[in-house]
């Protein structure tokens, strides 16, 4: 049974620095793993997809690295700002279904 | 574009009482789930769709459970009887293709079973 873990579960940095959110997983055999963004009372925002044969994916200051072999990702944010604030959430998709972690709830503080 | 819609955002109910969720997938999207957030079990996958017939409803806690999707741009979740234990957000999301694409999320429906 595939279980996903991120650490750690909650991270409060000042604005303007350079992080890094982490997701681990138990089964390597997964077609992709995809980063998402919670804010509060909403659902899922789709960040980064990466396929199980890349490793990594880039979108403006956010860059997604994936080693499937060792069951780790990492969500890396530049220059973070208050916007970030949110929670971020790691899932593995596997032949029958998408796993999530329980998420890393970010607060950037101004 | 519009993105998935649900309705209502929020329902209050008693116990016992009959609880219709719905749902408006993407369209285009043929794959539409139905997932359960609680704080405890986090984000869990109830029910998936593919050109409107259920696929895989392992996840679906209860025989009170059931989800039906009568046409392409329409999903229902049903609860019958609901208990408090119900209590969760339930999101709807849809996604082209279910191994390759990434999956779009509504904004959740908000249930409390009193």
């Known amino acids: 049974k595939q279980e996903v873990t991120q650490i750690p579960a909650a991270l409060s940095v000042p604005e303007g620095e350079n992080l890094v959110l982490n997701c681990s997983f138990t089964?390597?055999?997964?077609?992709?793993l995809q980063w998402f963004r919670q804010d509060p009372g909403k659902g899922l925002t789709s960040l980064l997809l990466?396929?199980?044969?890349?490793r990594e994916q880039t979108s403006g200051r956010l860059n997604a690295s994936l080693d499937k072999s060792s069951g780790r990702s990492t969500l890396y944010i530049a220059a973070s700002q208050p916007g970030d604030s949110a929670t971020y959430l790691c899932?593995?998709?596997?032949?029958?279904?998408?796993?999530f972690g329980q998420g890393t709830r970010l607060t950037i503080n101004p | 574009d519009a993105g998935v819609i649900q309705s209502p955002r929020h329902e209050v109910t008693e116990m016992g009482q009959e609880v219709t969720l719905r749902c408006k997938p993407i369209?285009?999207?043929?794959?539409p789930f139905w997932y359960r957030q609680t704080m405890m079990r986090g984000l869990e996958l109830l029910i998936y769709?593919?050109?409107?017939?259920?696929?895989?409803d392992s996840g679906m806690p209860e025989d009170r459970f059931s989800a039906k999707m009568p046409n392409a741009s329409f999903s229902t979740l049903k609860i019958q009887p609901s208990e408090p234990r119900d209590s969760a957000v339930y999101f709807c999301?849809?996604?082209?293709?279910?191994?390759?694409?990434?999956?779009?999320f509504g904004d959740g429906t908000r249930l409390s079973i009193l």
């Open positions: 999301a849809s996604s082209l293709n279910r191994l390759n694409q990434p999956q779009h």
């Open positions: 089964d390597s055999a997964i077609y992709n």
């Open positions: 990466i396929q199980s044969s890349q």
């Open positions: 899932a593995v998709q596997g032949a029958q279904k998408l796993v």
């Open positions: 369209s285009g999207h043929d794959y």
């Open positions: 769709f593919n050109n409107n017939v259920p696929i895989d």
